[in-house]
């Protein structure tokens, strides 16, 4: 049994000395490490979100052992990497040459390394190591019951970008029940803490970005590159070799095991601006039951489709509807699949912003930005000073106006329980916003059940807020602009 963890040959995370965000987890990880007692912290978010950069931020000051699944290979070449890895650390080539063939042989000798001293073990892209099935976590259990926790000052980081493998085989599993376990979900950047990444660019352009990538890190880092956003999207979208042309089924490897429907719901949903249940069944030739609740709920838990429905409807309703959530792949299907076979061709390389389509790119930011005030009605519900009052939000349709206006919805209401309607009208242009906004939302009211008669309040959202004209009409009883939305959420 080895005693001194010193003589590990030791990593020692490169300081990155720009970052940022990240307050609630950095608290919450640091709180974790005081326990006083062994505990396992489970971290996921999607590819890119910035899970190693929080971790190694976090807890680079601790000894650390980090041992990296490796993409689409079996159970058998998981256990060797892992052991050329120990080898390395431990300055013991013959570790690496050692003939193991399940996990608790594995975890028995790393447990021989981290029996004292401050340690933490980081297991990284857990679902390959896994491969995706229960037997690592199994005897990761015994392990731990057994070993591992009896160091009062390990911590156990368990790390993936696979939301639903980490959710549905890690925290739901009953080998980990009950065993001093934390779960950090590792979400996108904020629009805060994203204007705070791009804060050299106005905020505009940095809405621009966060509707077209979301809050994600590795992506916005590509869009720094340049002297505008939009030159730096284009350049890294539709140039041969571009970085995010080949993103799209980097995702799908990280995120899910390799299940031909995934792929086929994202691309169905990519070519309809939304779907029902029963219309994802019709497509896929499946019955509307438990497993497709399951590649769905998993689709879900990746951030990659919402389903939404009326606020005033239960989620089962037959009105519910399926979308592509996440901006990055929204962005992607729209402007560079139909043309990737040019983008390979090289077509875009000399001029790629004369891949994009300004009127198509504007038109489908309007729709991301729809989006973005659905995901944010906290926000602007304290905003608009409700925030303390219990409310349901969400859109409205129903089979009334699908059946005579299928393009008919508010994208954005309140029902409060002070007996307000709060209508949100959302318009993401590069303009002021007219009077003719008045009679498009005046016939959306006319069209709202309203049968408790609750007081209609009007809100607009919108970058540069209303014209002269709409301000002097007195027709909206809020106004949020652009400026409203980037300050400290």
Known sequence: MKEDPIQMKLIQPIENKGFIGRSYELKRIAE??????????????????????????????????KFEGLEGRPAQDQINNVLYQLAKYAEDPKIAKLHLTNWLEVFDIIAEYISTGEWTLYFEELQWLANYENEFISDLKYVWDNTFRRNPKLLLVLCGSSPSFMINN??????LYNRSTYEIPLAP?????????????????????????????EYLKYLKQDSSIFLSLCRNSFRRGAPFVGE??????????????????????????????????????????????????????????????????????MLSRYCIHDNFLTFYFKFINPIESDIANGDFNDSPSKAINMEAYRKWQGYAFERFCRSNHRYIAKKLGFEDVRYQSGV???????????GYQIDLLYSREDKVLTICEIKYLQSKI???????????????????????????????????????????????????LFENQ
């Open 248 to 317: 799209y089924e980097r995702i799908f490897v990280s995120s899910l095991a390799n299940n031909e429907h995934y792929h086929a719901i994202i691309q169905y949903l990519s070519k309809v601006k939304f779907a029902t249940r029963k219309d994802i069944a019709k497509f896929l030739k499946v019955k509307t039951g438990g497993y497709l609740s399951s590649i769905l709920r998993d689709l879900e838990l990746c951030n990659f489709i919402k389903q939404y429905t009326p606020y005033n409807l239960k989620e089962n309703s």
């Open 32 to 65: 974790i490490t005081q326990l006083g007692s062994a505990a396992i912290v489970v971290v996921y978010g999607r590819r890119r979100v910035g899970k190693t950069e929080l971790i190694e931020h976090a807890l680079g000051k601790r000894h650390l052992l």
């Open 396 to 406: 409205f349709f129903n089979r009334s106006t699908d059946k005579n206006d299928p």
């Open 170 to 175: 890690v925290l739901k599993s009953k080998a």
């Open 189 to 217: 950047f904020s629009l805060f803490e994203t204007a705070q990444f791009l804060k050299k660019h106005s905020q505009h352009e940095i809405m621009d970005a966060y509707l077209t990538v979301g809050g994600i890190p």
């Open 434 to 484: 007219n009077t003719s906004v008045i009679d498009e939302i005046e016939g959306k009211i006319s069209r709202l059940p309203n049968p408790n008669n609750y007081t209609i309040q009007k809100i607009l959202i919108s970058p540069y807020g209303p014209s002269d004209s709409l301000l002097a009409r007195g027709y909206f009883d809020r106004i949020i602009m652009l400026s409203d």
